[in-house]
């Protein structure tokens, strides 16, 4: 649903310049505690501009404010007015130290509106470009960016392998299942750069753990993402989906196929054991989300993020010890042990001296 933005009809000086390319959004706030989309068209004014220099403003309230026409030349981040979009929020994130809940909403979907209308742009703050402390540093920029912009495909790993073996053993995974996750982690960074806890994660999906179940009968296909056939075929049909001769092969046509959505640079790659690796498919999913509607029906990236992903992400890594070091302190803790009885016996030879010199003065 579109962003419904105010128009307070704000009146500018002058005639604008219109902007030829947008590949970045600019986060901005407005370090004031309490102000209106007026007050920042008031104070802009008052510099001698045009008015005020971003295009959206927006409230603690989530109330959504025009400011200057979105296609046009903004005055928000000196050098980079020509390519940018930049939205303000009322508040002091350098100083205040967590945005209101309508705020946070009302900024995420604005974001999510001018993504749909600008595919692939940058979502930066405005101390990313310039030398300032904005938009403060409480302001959740990470937080913002992330669901705004989806769970991204490609990145180094956000988890470890353990993490990911405590995760699937906490599902009931089964054992092929958690002996598979190093593969993962082996291959990731070579094919593409997927994230390998988000191809996990997507294994988990698909293979109910290991367990399988499906219209893949078991393991022995070493499928474990549910690709299908060059040739394709019924959702329900065995014949329509592929097989490969190890687990290496699978996990490695899973990460191209993975790789070739989200846009990896070199993809479409050749030589790929992925049997659907269709050029038409590159970059039409970078996001975990966006994969719905594409490798399966409505709804399947979420599920993805939300009942896998979050679950494996949140998992502690586990605590191993170190058997070299466990020896060396069974070797440290007899030691103690050793010195305690020496001390002891120090103690008696002591007392043993101390009776025998009473002793020899009374005699």
């Not at 590949?23 to 068209?41: N, R, W």
């Not at 053993?169 to 002996?179: C, L, M």
């Not at 970059?283 to 494996?312: C, F, H, M, N, Q």
């Not at 020496?342 to 005699?363: F, G, K, P, W």
Request: with cysteine.
């Amino acid at each position: 649903m579109p962003v419904q933005v105010i128009d307070r009809n704000l009146k500018f000086t002058g005639p604008f310049t219109r902007r030829v390319k947008t590949d970045t959004l600019v986060l901005h706030h407005a370090a004031a505690k309490s102000c209106t989309v007026e007050d920042v068209h008031r104070w802009h004014l008052g510099n001698g501009w045009l008015g005020i220099g971003y295009h959206y403003f927006v409230s603690k309230s989530g109330g959504v404010y025009l400011g200057r026409p979105e296609h046009v030349w903004g005055a928000h981040a000196e050098g980079h007015n020509d390519h940018t979009i930049g939205i303000c929020v009322e508040g002091d994130y350098d100083v205040e130290t967590a945005m209101p809940t309508p705020q946070k909403k009302a900024i995420i979907a604005l974001v999510k509106d001018i993504l749909a209308r600008h595919p692939g742009v940058e979502i930066v703050g405005h101390r990313d470009l310039n030398a300032t402390l904005c938009p403060g540093r409480n302001y959740p920029l990470d937080e913002i960016v992330t669901a705004a912009s989806g769970t991204l495909i490609l990145g180094p790993a956000q988890a470890t392998i353990e993490q990911a073996q405590a995760w699937a053993k906490s599902r009931q995974a089964a054992q092929v299942f958690i002996d598979l996750a190093p593969l993962y982690w082996q291959e990731a960074p070579y094919r593409g750069g997927v994230r390998p806890e988000v191809a996990y994660a997507q294994a988990g999906k698909e293979t109910a753990f290991g367990r399988f179940g499906g219209v893949i009968p078991g393991p022995e296909w070493h499928n474990w993402c549910g690709l299908k056939t060059t040739q394709g075929g019924g959702n329900y049909d065995p014949n329509a989906h592929a097989k490969f001769a190890d687990d290496l092969t699978g996990v490695q046509a899973h990460l191209d196929h993975l790789a070739l959505y989200a846009g990896a640079p070199g993809y479409p790659l050749p030589g790929t054991p992925d049997p659907r690796h269709f050029p038409y498919l590159a970059g039409t999913a970078p996001t975990v989300e966006s994969l719905s509607g594409k490798w399966a029906g409505a709804g399947y990236g979420e599920s993805i993020v939300r009942d896998y992903l979050a679950g494996l992400l949140a998992t502690p890594a586990p605590v191993t010890e170190d058997p070299e070091k466990e020896q060396l302190q069974k070797e440290i803790d007899l030691l103690k042990e050793q010195v305690l009885d020496l001390q002891a016996h120090r103690d008696s030879l002591l007392d043993l001296i101390e009776r025998a010199r009473n002793i020899l003065a009374e005699v």
